[in-house]
């Protein structure tokens, strides 16, 4: 996960208040790239239909699991698309 990534989640979460993409990502898109944000969309989608949570101490470890699940290879098939 890159710099922009880990700001995306921590701030962005922050700011928002919640998990929701289209809150999250609202203020960030602009500057994304289509993989970053595919990527991202289904990050904290996969969070909120496992009902999990994230923060400082354990971002890399919930993001290494989620790109080992089928969750990441659906976001990787919307970039697909997009192209």
Sequence with gaps: ??????????????????YDPAEVLGMYEESMTFEEYYTAEGFLNWVIANDLTFGHGNLEEMYAKFKRTKAFKESLKKLRRTY
């Design 1 to 18: 996960m890159n710099r922009f990534m880990r700001q995306i989640f921590l701030e962005g979460v922050s700011a928002a208040g919640c």
